[in-house]
């Protein structure tokens, strides 16, 4: 019953040769399939490789991964958030709104958004650990109280570009770091890009080189033992929740400025893609494994399909069943794996 | 101990049994003395069903005092409570079989894409010259396959119901859009379109109305007087202990997958004879209301408990409180937030009751403990 971490925890120190650890990590198969997706993208599809469009699918790609690095957190405690769409339309909606009505200075905006998305996770946060809700029923209904919020600050109306400060848009275009030199050019990496680059790095390291961190994962893999051994698992349950409503917030945020445009229904349909990233990305729904570099490879991997499929004039109908096709072979190869290792470590027993 | 364990399970047991839970009969059949009966009826009378009850008397109360219309003439056609239950009757078949499903542990997202599929898949058949005779046993085998489809890829490959089905929400909806793209069907022949919107001829009862309570007739037969049901709820309970007392536990979860997956594309056929028409987009949104209905109906989403009752209240207090908001001049984006609401507050309130119980207890154990330490392997009573 102690905390013998089970196989697919993967501690800081865990043995076996580098380069086996790195083939096998979902990280890394991940990665190599995404490349090979986007090459065989770009011989087919021109279009694909030019800087304008690569910039439009990472800066997308960036907010995913940012929401479905909170996802991740939550996951990891064997909870689940459905209500992360909710919070980033409802912030998107809210931080346009004050920007429209209020004259309010853009960065307190964005500060007040990130802020209220923290307290949306936190009231989740709330229902789950003090009145012990199972988080799916607490997020499916917030999913739809949130939503309502939003409707209600809408009001029927909508938020245009045209209402918003001048320029408000551009951030999500720019880049950073370009550089021309000769006759190879770089246009750079899309602003959104960094910021999701240095939420990854920040929360994965944190969650790698911290007790915190690592209290993440021994509440997510076992419970019982997180709580003999003197982890507060309500508290880090609650942790999870705020920080992932948090992200959504700044998700939120970042999705208010990469559409202008902006209505009561925005984002909806975006958790399934969130979730869809977590998973994808390796981290086990069951809790206490995965990492949150792969829920972001994994949400960087679905904008990629849902950019290829039309460049690649595959009908826009074909896209949801894609991304389930997707969802169910990563959980799937998971399994497999699995099965294949737990095999062998028992032959190796018998021997 | 004993006896506070026998007052809390006691009832909870019993609860499977009960079918006829407006009736609050005291559950606990073996009490010995009087304290332990008296508490046996109270916790009875406690139950689950019997709050749920009162809700919806409260809820058909406050539609009445917005609106005479609420119950009185022409119950099943205007904006009232009969005209909302009838226009549930999908997602009441749906939470039917959502139950047993929960009740083992799992759960089936999927349903509201096998809705949206089934449509399809029929539609297009009809276009194709097939007629309903023959294009709905079709539909009803795909969604059969499609259950089938999540309940293998659960039970063989071990992968959590939650993201299978997940998978399945998007795969089985990504189908129904290559199937019938941005077209849309109408014009079903009016004798099948009766049955999404016609009465039972000479009464006043809707068929779909009809529909739900035999299928809810049958459900509540076979789970709580019948042995698949026993296995379901012994499965919910505890699977290994199921497994080693001999029921065939992947095989039971697979079939509940089954059942769902068919009773979601039935629903998906009500759903466009009720329309008249099949979109891509029949059915979004509906699992919120399906789950809720089934956690509203005192299943725990945890499993291993949960009544057919149960959730056939919870299907009537929810379509009692719909109308009542559009009464009220409630629009249905706020209405979600009403249910929504209800969901969690479903959840806290027993969650809050069983903490209140504890807390008596322990002040009621606190006050009765003897003036000594009892010794090593003494029982205390």
């Known amino acids: 019953m102690a905390l013998s971490a089970p196989a697919n925890v993967r501690a800081p120190s865990s043995a076996g040769p580098m380069i086996w650890r790195i083939a096998r990590s979902r990280e890394v198969t991940l990665a190599a399939v995404l490349i090979a997706v986007a090459a065989f993208a770009s011989v087919r599809a021109p279009n694909f490789l030019t800087a304008d469009n690569l910039v439009l699918v990472t800066a997308f790609a960036a907010i995913i991964a940012i929401a479905a690095v909170g996802e991740a957190l939550v996951i990891l405690t064997k909870n689940i958030d459905l209500s992360v769409e909710s919070t980033i339309g409802l912030v998107a909606f809210v931080v346009a709104t004050v920007l429209k009505q209020h004259d309010m200075p853009v960065p307190a905006a964005w500060a007040l958004g990130i802020g209220l998305g923290l307290v949306l996770g936190m009231a989740n946060g709330v229902i789950v650990t003090i009145f012990k809700v199972p988080s799916i029923v607490a997020t499916l209904g917030t999913l739809s109280v949130y939503r309502g919020l939003d409707f209600y600050v809408a009001n029927g109306h909508e938020v245009n570009l045209v209402d918003l400060p001048a320029g408000y848009s551009d951030p999500a275009h720019q880049t950073l770091l370009g550089f021309q030199f000769g006759g190879i050019g770089f246009s750079g990496i899309p602003i959104f890009v960094i910021l999701a680059i240095l939420v990854v790095a920040a929360v994965g390291m944190a969650l790698r080189y911290t007790v915190i961190g690592r209290q993440f994962y021994a509440v997510g893999s076992n419970a019982e033992a997180a709580a003999v051994i003197g982890v507060r698992s309500r508290l880090t349950v609650f942790l999870a929740f705020s920080l992932c409503g948090m992200l959504a917030g700044i998700a939120g945020v970042l999705w208010g400025i990469y559409f202008g445009t902006l209505y009561a229904s925005s984002a909806s349909g975006l958790s399934l893609q969130v979730i869809a990233a977590v998973v994808v990305g390796g981290v086990s729904i069951a809790g206490g494994s995965g990492t949150v570099i792969g829920a972001a490879i994994g949400a960087l991997f679905l904008g990629l399909i849902n950019n290829e499929l039309p460049l690649l004039k595959v009908p826009q109908e074909w896209l949801t069943l894609v991304y389930g096709a997707v969802i169910l072979v990563a959980i799937s190869t998971d399994a497999l794996i699995q099965v294949r290792s737990q095999r062998a470590k028992a032959r190796s027993r018998v021997r | ?381």
Not at chain 2, 237 to 256: E, I, L, P, W
Request: aromatic content about 8%; charged content about 10%; glycine content about 10%.
């Open chain 2, 1 to 381: 101990m004993t006896n506070d364990q026998m007052g809390v399970n006691k009832p909870a047991d019993a609860s499977a049994a009960s079918a006829a839970a407006e009736a609050p009969m005291p559950a606990g059949g073996g009490s010995r003395n009087m304290a332990n009966s008296a508490r046996a009826i109270l916790s009875g009378v406690a139950r689950w069903e019997v709050l749920l009850v009162i809700i919806l008397a409260v809820v058909v109360w406050w539609g009445t005092r917005i609106s005479p219309n609420y119950i009185q003439p022409d119950f099943w056609n205007s904006l009232n409570f009969g005209a909302s239950v009838s226009g549930t009757m999908e997602v009441a078949i749906m939470a039917l079989a959502m139950t047993p499903i929960i009740i083992m542990g799992d759960i089936d997202l999927s349903v509201e894409s096998m809705v949206g599929l089934s449509g399809a898949v029929l539609g297009t058949l009809f276009v194709a010259g097939i007629p309903l005779q023959l294009g709905i046993p079709i539909v009803l085998v795909v969604g059969a396959l499609g259950g089938l489809f999540n309940g293998l890829l659960v039970t063989r490959w071990g992968l959590p119901a939650l993201v299978v089905t997940l998978g399945t929400l998007a795969l089985f909806r990504g189908l129904c859009n290559v199937v019938l793209g941005t077209s849309y069907v109408s014009n079903f022949p009016s004798n099948f379109t009766a049955f999404g919107f016609g009465y039972v001829p000479g009464t006043d009862v809707p068929w779909t109305l009809l529909t739900f309570l035999v299928l809810a007739a049958v459900f509540c037969a076979v789970m709580h007087y019948t042995w698949i049901g026993r296995q379901i709820f012994s499965v919910g309970k505890n699977k290994d202990a199921a497994r080693y007392s001999g029921v065939r536990v992947a095989r039971v979860r697979t079939a509940m997958f089954v059942v769902s997956g068919m009773v979601a594309a039935f629903a998906g056929v009500i759903l466009a004879l009720r329309y008249n028409s099949v979109r891509a987009d029949n059915g979004t949104n509906l699992t919120l209301v399906v789950v809720t209905i089934a956690v509203l109906g005192g299943v725990d989403i945890n499993g291993g408990k949960g009544t057919i009752p149960g959730v056939i209240i919870a299907v009537f207090t929810l379509a009692a409180l719909q109308s009542a908001l559009r009464l009220a001049g409630v629009s249905s984006e706020y209405q979600n937030v009403a249910i929504g609401l209800l969901l969690i507050f479903s959840v806290i309130t027993p969650q809050l009751a069983r903490q209140l119980r504890v807390l008596v207890d322990r002040i009621r154990q606190s006050r009765r403990r003897p003036a000594r330490d009892p010794v090593p392997g003494e029982v205390v009573r």
